[in-house]
């Protein structure tokens, strides 16, 4: 890194709860030259509840300017200055403005850091009671009903658990095509205000889910769905759907849920694994 460029500092802002602030974002805040911030009103609300001024040039840097202000903050960083980037919440670039300024700044040799804190994703993930050793984001899905039906489709075989961000006008018909898409039994959690007053975790098949958020909800939203189960020969005598059946209880799936499974791998009816499992007569 040359020694005479500055600084790149993405800093996750409370996704909620002010009080969640890193402990380094006043520090960061008060000192630096530069200010981006998605919302300059935002802002100005979180440094008047964390008690900091502002001594640094604070300039908008959002989804509609992002592309026209890159360059002007990779000039200042160029000429030595450090540059502090804050989005409305959570960490910068994670479905928010940053990724353009991340992208110029490594390009041009610029020292790039974090002040790592509050994130909408791995609170949701931690609260979901799903897996969470292997997971993946996926953001928004699109807008348009066909465009998002391909986009599920394309995840019906992911074996990680995956987490989307939502509005919540669009929370019902999102997670009705994940039913559709993904299966109506598949299990899912949705996260709703998460570290706000009204936080709300919802869990269960995403076609309950579907049907809970039909009466409407509102904050923000966070979707975690279970990953698919790693697809594998399973024979249909009873030895080896019961077998199947306690493997998968054993990483953690619920008895019905691993009972739905095993009967869609299996090419068989639910009852007749049901009833092997429970030791009732087929």
């Given at each position: 890194?040359?020694?005479?460029?500055g600084?790149?500092?993405?800093?996750?802002?409370?996704?909620?709860?002010?009080?969640?602030?890193?402990?380094?974002?006043?520090?960061e805040?008060?000192?630096?030259?530069?200010?981006?911030?998605?919302?300059?009103?935002?802002l100005?609300r979180?440094?008047?509840?964390?008690?900091?001024?502002?001594?640094?040039?604070?300039?908008?840097?959002?989804?509609?300017?992002?592309?026209?202000?890159?360059?002007?903050?990779?000039?200042a960083?160029?000429?030595?200055e450090?540059?502090?980037?804050?989005?409305d919440?959570?960490?910068?670039?994670v479905?928010d403005p940053?990724?353009?300024?991340?992208?110029?700044?490594v390009?041009?040799?610029?020292?790039?850091?974090?002040?790592?804190?509050?994130?909408?994703?791995?609170?949701?993930?931690?609260?979901?009671?799903?897996?969470?050793?292997?997971?993946?984001?996926?953001?928004f899905?699109?807008?348009?009903?066909?465009?998002?039906?391909?986009?599920?489709?394309?995840?019906?075989?992911e074996e990680?658990?995956?987490?989307?961000?939502?509005?919540p006008?669009?929370?019902?018909?999102?997670?009705?095509?994940?039913?559709?898409?993904?299966?109506?039994?598949?299990?899912?959690?949705?996260?709703?205000?998460?570290?706000?007053?009204?936080?709300?975790?919802?869990?269960?098949p995403?076609?309950?889910?579907?049907?809970?958020?039909?009466?409407?909800?509102?904050?923000?939203?966070?979707?975690?769905?279970?990953?698919?189960v790693?697809?594998?020969?399973?024979?249909?005598?009873p030895?080896?759907l019961?077998?199947?059946?306690?493997?998968?209880?054993?990483?953690?799936?619920?008895?019905?849920?691993?009972?739905?499974?095993?009967?869609?791998l299996?090419?068989?009816p639910?009852?007749?694994?049901?009833?092997?499992?429970?030791?009732?007569?087929?």
């Open positions: 890194m040359d020694p005479e460029t600084v790149l500092v993405l800093a996750a802002t409370p996704i909620g709860r002010v009080a969640d602030a890193p402990p380094r974002l006043a520090e805040l008060a000192t630096a030259d530069v200010v981006a911030a998605e919302d300059t009103r935002r100005k979180l440094t008047t509840d964390l008690g900091v001024s502002v001594t640094g040039r604070v300039v908008s840097y959002f989804e509609g300017n992002e592309s026209a202000r890159t360059p002007v903050l990779l000039e960083l160029l000429n030595g450090r540059v502090l980037l804050v989005t919440a959570g960490m910068p670039s479905s940053g990724y353009r300024l991340v992208a110029a700044a390009e041009n040799d610029v020292l790039v850091t974090a002040v790592p804190g509050p994130s909408a994703v791995l609170t949701a993930l931690a609260v979901s009671g799903l897996p969470v050793d292997r997971f993946c984001f996926e953001g899905l699109p807008r348009k009903a066909g465009e998002r039906s391909r986009r599920l489709a394309s995840l019906a075989k990680r658990t995956m987490v989307f961000f939502e509005a006008h669009r929370t019902e018909a999102a997670l009705a095509a994940m039913a559709e898409a993904l299966g109506a039994d598949r299990p899912g959690a949705v996260c709703r205000e998460l570290t706000k007053t009204h936080e709300e975790v919802r869990r269960g995403l076609a309950e889910l579907a049907a809970w958020a039909a009466e409407g909800i509102r904050g923000e939203v966070t979707i975690v769905v279970a990953g698919a790693p697809s594998a020969d399973i024979g249909s005598d030895d080896s019961r077998a199947a059946v306690a493997e998968l209880e054993g990483e953690g799936v619920s008895r019905k849920e691993a009972i739905v499974e095993v009967a869609r299996a090419g068989v639910k009852r007749e694994v049901y009833n092997l499992v429970h030791g009732a007569p087929s």
